[in-house]
């Protein structure tokens, strides 16, 4: 197994999530595109499931198709202007595979609805492989506390006021991978979490665990791979 960590951002830094219907689509084609089958019905089965978004039941579901998976997508989270991904790649060429299709099929998704025309993300997204073991046990912490940007940007310095508050506000964040892995249903069909939980702990201690690494983590540690 090799992996990477994977982050594309809006051209010119510009959201490219304007509502939860965007952040949700992109979710599904994580999903949708994860396959080494073309997904012609993509819009289709889009709308199926965004039912799921207005009851508050998160789960996509394709149960009656069999995938042919083109990566393992181990940890994922989604900001306003950019994504994070952690993967590794089932078959030959794997992950530029599934990128494309994610981008491309996110762009034209964003542009039909926006009625906009033109390049949605800065280029090809950026990828690092995942090589060192403290790495490893660092990045998937660093991907779900990424949201925090959103309410203490100093979190990164361990300039926190309150880190309960913090996890508390991630346990309510949706559009990450990080309620799947303390055992909150949320997306659970997106994620393979069966190698991360064995290094970084199982449902039960994953909470605790990633609000002692916000307290005494070291970012240098893991900077050169972050990708930001």
């Given at each position: 197994m090799e992996l990477f960590h994977v982050l594309n951002r809006g051209v010119d830094k510009?959201?490219?999530?304007?509502?939860?219907?965007d952040y949700f689509r992109f979710v599904?084609?994580?999903?949708?595109?994860?396959?080494?089958?073309p997904s012609s019905n993509t819009f289709r089965s889009f709308y199926h499931n965004i039912k799921n978004v207005q009851n508050n039941t998160w789960d996509i579901e394709r149960p009656t198709v069999r995938r042919e998976?083109?990566?393992?997508i181990h940890a994922f989270s989604l900001m306003p202007n950019h994504y994070?991904?952690?993967?590794?790649?089932?078959?030959?060429?794997?992950?530029?595979?599934?990128?494309?299709k994610v981008n491309m099929g996110y762009a034209k998704y964003f542009n039909q609805k926006y009625k906009r025309t033109g390049t949605l993300f800065e280029g090809r997204y950026k990828s690092v492989a995942v090589t060192q073991e403290a790495h490893l046990i660092h990045l998937p912490y660093y991907i779900h506390l990424n949201p925090l940007d959103l309410v203490t940007p100093t979190w990164r310095e361990r300039k926190l006021d309150n880190s309960g508050k913090a996890i508390e506000f991630l346990e309510n964040y949706r559009w990450s991978s990080y309620l799947d892995y303390v055992g909150k249903k949320n997306f659970p069909s997106v994620t393979n979490r069966s190698f991360l939980s064995e290094i970084t702990g199982k449902v039960d201690n994953y909470k605790s665990e990633t609000q002692k690494w916000l307290k005494g983590m070291d970012y240098s540690i893991i900077k050169e791979i972050t990708l930001e």
């Open positions: 510009r959201k490219i999530f304007l509502d939860d219907k599904h084609d994580l999903f949708e595109f994860n396959d080494k089958k998976l083109l990566v393992d994070h991904l952690l993967l590794d790649a089932k078959v030959e060429n794997g992950i530029p595979l599934f990128m494309k």
